[in-house]
């Protein structure tokens, strides 16, 4: 688990398996009905959260459910929870 901290200016710190970040895992937490607590210290919780946040950007994106087993679809939906 990374337990955030200040490392680039301006870059919010990253947190928990899935190094969910400032907005971001405060929207993961939200989709995944948990509290941004619970993402930010617990496994479980964090992994949950970010599988929400991906299953919500594919939807966002058009990658079709069929597609989700094409790693190449999951491209778009990568970039844009890396930023």
């Keep these: 688990m990374v337990h955030g901290a ?3 200016p301006g870059v919010p710190a990253a947190h928990g398996l899935m190094a969910l970040r400032g907005a971001q895992l405060t929207r993961a937490a939200r989709l995944a009905g948990v509290t941004t607590d619970a993402t930010r ?4 919780t964090n992994v949950r ?5 991906l299953a919500h950007l594919a939807d966002s994106l ?4 069929a597609a989700r087993a094409d790693a190449r679809a999951w491209a778009p939906v990568l970039a844009a929870y890396s930023g």
């Design 6 to 8: 200040d490392e680039h």
């Design 41 to 44: 210290d617990d496994a479980d």
């Design 49 to 53: 959260a970010a599988a929400a946040l």
């Design 62 to 65: 058009g990658v079709a459910a």
